[in-house]
């Protein structure tokens, strides 16, 4: 099964930084991708991509707080059209997208595409490690503990490139003792909440319950 990751092109781990929570009124400020090749059972890095987008209206504090974001880095970034034709390129039907979290990050980049390429269908395949992780590890499941369950080190600086070099390591080193690919275009939401967000017509989206390896089991039972 995992010989799956070699069909694709490319695979890209990313993360985008937000002025806030709501894809409807907040903008990325920042993209952030690892380019991966799988062959051979080994991950070889082909590019990194780290882009600030313009963003003319002063930034929530809570926001330069936490990231280190500032309106002075912004004023120098792309204009938001530029990242649309990066994000063109980078999720093609021939990819695979990782992300923690992924519905948050996908909700951002759709309302993005849909105003700056609103031809542009997202055909992109999608593996959530936020799913895999909650299916095999006990709660809580933040980026930081998981990253603290692998023992990865890197830079705590809440910027889209260190949580997506993390998660690239994430993702590689959870490859290697559970195999990920049953988890590709499946997304899990916590069942008590409900589903949120955009749906993808190529992704299922599914409850996922506390049980250690439920959703694994659900999956291959649909």
């Known amino acids: 099964m995992r010989k799956i990751l070699e069909r694709y092109e490319k695979i890209v781990v990313f993360d985008v930084e937000t002025t806030g929570f709501n894809p409807a009124r907040d903008e990325i400020i920042e993209f952030a ?3 991966l090749k799988y062959e051979q059972g080994k991950f070889r890095a082909i590019e990194e991509i780290d882009t600030l987008i313009r963003y003319e209206s002063p930034l929530p504090s809570k926001i330069t707080t936490l990231t280190g974001i500032t309106d002075r880095m912004l004023k120098k970034g792309i204009h938001r059209s530029k990242l649309a034709e990066t994000l063109e390129t980078v999720f093609t039907e021939d990819t695979l997208a990782v992300a923690y979290n992924i519905q948050f990050d996908i909700g951002f980049i759709h309302s993005l595409m ?3 390429k609103p031809d542009f269908v997202f055909k992109a395949h999608l593996l959530d ?3 895999i992780y909650r299916d095999n590890h006990p709660y809580p499941h933040k980026l930081s ?3 603290e369950s ?3 080190e890197f830079p705590n600086s809440h910027r889209a490139i260190d949580d997506t070099r993390a998660t690239a ?4 080193l959870m490859h290697e003792i559970i195999d990920v ?3 590709i275009n499946y997304i899990g939401y916590p069942a008590r909440y409900g589903h949120r967000g955009i749906k993808l017509p190529h992704v299922t989206y599914v409850a996922q319950e506390s049980d250690l390896g439920s959703f694994k089991k659900t999956i291959e039972n649909l």
Do not use: D, H, S, W
């Open 150 to 152: 692998y023992q990865i």
């Open 169 to 172: 390591e994430l993702f590689r």
């Open 114 to 116: 849909e105003k700056e």
């Open 181 to 183: 690919t049953p988890y």
């Open 145 to 147: 503990n998981a990253i």
């Open 129 to 131: 490690m936020l799913t």
């Open 33 to 35: 991708g690892v380019v």
